[in-house]
């Protein structure tokens, strides 16, 4: 049984995220994280492999203002 953390996760600014863990920060499904990826929501992330992208903290800590401000409008 998996426990949910009723505390918002704390983005590391200088830390790489992977997919799974973006999708989790925002609340969302992976597969929503990359139609967001796709779309032009979130921007493409950088590839380190050929299965292997990241998202900078920084940016996830940008992308999450943004998302709030819109909410807010």
């Known amino acids: 049984m998996k426990s949910s953390n009723p ?3 704390v983005i590391n ?7 799974p863990e973006c999708a989790r920060l925002f609340g969302i499904g992976l ?9 032009g929501r979130a921007q493409r992330g950088i590839k380190l492999g ?6 900078e903290g ?3 800590l940008e992308l999450k ?3 709030i401000s ?4």
């Open 50 to 55: 050929p299965k292997t992208t990241v998202w």
């Open 31 to 39: 597969s929503t994280w990359w139609h967001w990826s796709k779309t």
């Open 13 to 19: 600014p200088t830390a790489m995220y992977r997919a």
């Open 70 to 73: 819109e909410s807010q409008n």
């Open 7 to 9: 505390f918002p996760e």
């Open 58 to 60: 920084c940016y996830l």
């Open 65 to 67: 203002q943004k998302l």
